[in-house]
């Protein structure tokens, strides 16, 4: 036999790149191949990655959070009407956008394409510290039953992976994303996530308080089995659907929804950037309202007093009024506006005596927030400095 004779299997024919995006959505298998030969090789963080590349890789983020928001407002709604399950709807769809995001990071973490170093590691920190509160949160439950509250610890371990998880995108998007419309559309996309990760277990209260108003005038939403545990576990129907102190709506609200939409503004640095943010907050909050009314799962409250507060961090921040002297105000105009809503509608429980802590709480966190990040909003844009970019692979496009 010849030397030269190669007994290796020809090589498989390498997968062409679909015409356009509806040609490749027609044929999805091919579609995964294709994008499976161009992209998933090994890289570094700090790969060349193109302004479309960017685009697509971050719009998918987008995609998973937009599920996994979906599914989790659905899942408190859900949990007001019946018992846990985990194999629910909502949760089903909540796993989707997980799997989403998983996959996300496993593809970030081996090509090293549109992040570096730090966002790198903040999106591993965030999906590793989701993954390890879900067997928690599943063991919580097999001990104590329906756990409802959204202010459990192993809730709160949830949020803070989900939080952390945006963090490492948005770190990744503004890092890389060249100045201009898109940067913008995505970079705010990525915020009203993250607004609307922090502002969540307030959800709990509005939705209970309805919930409860609904059983006493005898026409509750909730099933009998669900009202049956509750009465299992010695909870009065209040217990049970209002947990927590008066006081945590409010705190809450001011010192952590409104702290992020601080944040948002100062990072994104456009003038109606926390308006913005509140403001199709509280239009996807009404049209799920309406879609759950419609097809009889219980309703919430609106928190529509986060707008007033919304307006004035962004008026404060043009005027550059200092923390100290922004927290009252803007605690303050949030009170007045929660006080009308009251009038008009329904509010959850609150406190009124606790709001002189929170807006003295505001105040300090304001002013510790200007101090620890003054000049550092804007990120450069392009490869970092510390982080290598491996030369000629940018990638198949996707234009």
Known sequence: MSSSTSLAPPSRPVPSAPASLRAGLRRPVALLRWLWHAYMTPGLPGRATSPVELRWIYTAWLVAFALKMVGSTWDVSWHF?????????????????????VALVVFASYSGYGVDRTALRLMQAGIGTFLVAIPLDLLNHRINGLDITS????????????????????????????????RDLIGLGLWFFAAENVLFPNQHQEYGVLSLAAYEAGRTTAEPSLLDFAASQGQTPTQFMLPVPPWVHPAWLVCAGL????????????????TTLAAVYLAYRGVCWLLLTITGFPPSVLPVMLLAGAVLVDLAVLARVPGWLAGPVVTGGVALAAWAQSVVAVIPPWDWSALPVVALALAVLWTALDRLTAGRWQAPVGPAADTPVAAGEGGASLR
């Open 81 to 101: 009407k019946w018992l846990r399950d985990d194999l629910a709807p909502p949760h089903l769809l909540n796993s989707a956008g997980t799997l989403m995001v």
């Open 151 to 182: 202010w459990s610890p192993s809730h709160a371990l949830l949020y803070l992976g989900t939080a952390v998880m945006l963090a490492g995108a948005a770190r990744g998007w503004w890092r890389y994303a060249a100045p201009g419309r898109h």
């Open 259 to 274: 702290l992020a939409l601080l944040v948002a503004r100062r990072a994104v640095g456009l003038r109606w950037t926390a």
